[in-house]
C-alpha cells in the first residue's frame, strides 16, 4: 500500500519518493542521470522524478539481449528516454555477442562482465537514478541504500560511520546510506563527481506498491510482457535468474536463443580455452550455461545425481578457469 499507518503515523510512500528525489538534487544544475530500462520499477522513477519537478535526462541502454517488445515499449511510450550504446575500451561499439567472442565464455552469476560493461559503464560522473528496491532479493537489500556511493576509500567510509547514523558499509564494503538526513546529502553533493553515486527513491517499495502507482496514481500503459507471465523485464537469458527463467527466456524467444548458441559455436571454432575447450557445440555450452544457473541442491533433486560442477565431462576445467567462472579467486 502506498500509504502506510505506522506506529509514528501515516507514511505517504509516493510523497516520501518525491522527497528523496528533491533532497539529492545535483545542485551544480546538470540534473539526474536515470537509468530506464522499460520496466515497471523504472517507469516509476521516471514520473515521480516528474512529479518532483526536478532535472532529468532519461537513458535507456542498448544491451542487445533486451526483449524486443520492452524496446517497442519505450520507443513509442517514452520518446523522450535517450538511447545509449555501450562502447569498449577503444571507444567501439560492443553488444552481449561481440563480448562472449571476445571473452570466450559466457557471463555468469559471479562473472557477470557484460553489466558491468553493457550496462553500468554510462552515466559516469552523474548522480544516477535507479528502480532498484530491496523487495527484489535478498542480495539487492544487502547492497544498496537509499543513496550508494561506490568506494572503498576508508577514510571516507570510517568518517560517515562516525557523523552520520544513516551510513552503513555493503557487503561489498561500499558505503550505502540508509536515510535521506543532511549528512547523506552533503555526502552525495561532495562525491557525485568523483565516485559512482546512486540514488534509489523506491528502495523501500514492495511489488504492490509499483503497480498500485503505476495504475491509480501515474495511469500510465505498461510493457506487454507483464501480461504474459514475466515478473521482470531485462537481458534475455540473464543467468542471474534462475535457471527456470532462462529456459523460459529461451523459449519465448528462440531466435535470441540460436543467437547464443551461434555465438558459442563461434567459439569453440576459435581455439577455445578454458572451459569452453570441454565442449563439442554451441548447444553443449548453452545446457550447462542454463544448468550452472540452477543452485546446486535444485539441480541434484531434478537430475537425481549430485551437482557438481564439471563433473558429468571426461576432464574438468582447469582451476584457473573455473575460478574465473565461480569467482573464487
Ligand atoms: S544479461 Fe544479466 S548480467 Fe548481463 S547485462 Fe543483462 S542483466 Fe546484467
Known amino acids: 500500500m502506498l500509504i502506510q499507518s505506522t506506529v509514528i503515523g501515516k507514511i505517504d510512500k509516493v510523497q516520501k519518493a518525491i522527497d528523496r528525489i528533491k533532497a539529492f538534487e545535483p545542485r551544480d544544475g546538470s540534473g539526474y542521470f536515470l537509468a530506464f530500462s522499460g520496466g515497471k520499477d523504472s517507469q516509476c522513477v521516471y514520473h515521480l522524478t516528474k512529479m518532483a519537478g526536478v532535472k532529468f535526462d532519461a537513458h535507456y541502454t542498448v544491451t542487445s539481449v533486451d526483449p524486443p517488445e520492452v524496446m517497442r515499449f519505450i520507443k513509442t ?16 561499439r560492443t553488444c552481449m555477442w561481440k563480448l562472449i567472442k571476445e571473452l570466450g565464455f559466457p557471463p555468469t552469476r559471479h562473472r557477470r562482465y557484460c553489466c558491468d560493461i553493457l550496462k553500468e559503464s554510462c552515466g559516469e560522473g552523474r548522480v544516477t537514478l535507479t528502480g532498484v528496491r530491496w523487495a527484489e532479493s535478498s542480495k539487492r537489500r544487502d547492497i544498496n541504500g537509499v543513496a550508494n556511493i561506490k568506494t572503498t576509500s576508508s577514510d571516507l567510509i570510517n568518517q560517515q560511520l562516525e ?18 538526513n543532511d549528512e547523506s546529502r552533503r555526502m552525495v553533493e561532495h562525491c557525485f563527481r568523483v565516485k559512482r553515486t546512486t540514488v534509489n527513491p523506491i528502495i523501500d517499495w514492495e511489488e504492490d506498491d509499483v503497480w498500485e502507482f503505476l495504475l491509480d496514481v501515474a495511469k500510465v500503459p505498461y510493457c506487454s510482457l507483464y501480461d ?16 527456470n527463467g532462462m529456459i523460459h527466456d529461451f523459449e519465448y524467444w528462440p531466435r535470441y536463443r540460436q543467437l547464443y548458441v551461434d555465438t558459442f559455436d563461434q567459439v569453440l571454432q576459435n581455439s577455445p580455452s578454458g572451459y569452453m575447450a570441454q565442449f563439442n557445440t554451441g548447444e553443449e555450452v548453452l545446457t550447462d550455461w542454463i544448468r550452472r544457473s540452477f543452485k546446486d541442491d535444485e539441480w541434484a533433486a531434478e537430475n537425481n545425481e549430485p551437482y557438481s560442477p564439471g563433473n558429468d565431462k571426461e576432464q574438468n576445467p582447469p582451476q584457473y578457469m573455473m575460478d574465473i567462472i565461480y569467482g573464487t579467486e
Do not use: E, M
Not at 545509449?84 to 575500451?89: A, K, L, R, W
Not at 504474459?228 to 535457471?243: A, D, E, N
Open 77 to 92: 511510450q517514452y520518446p523522450d528516454v535517450q538511447w545509449d550504446y555501450p562502447v569498449d575500451q577503444f571507444g567501439k
Open 163 to 180: 557523523d552520520n547514523p544513516a551510513a552503513a558499509v555493503n557487503k561489498l564494503g561500499s558505503l550505502i546510506l540508509l536515510d535521506d
Open 228 to 243: 504474459h507471465g514475466f515478473t521482470r523485464v531485462g537481458c534475455i537469458g540473464c543467468p542471474l535468474q534462475h535457471g
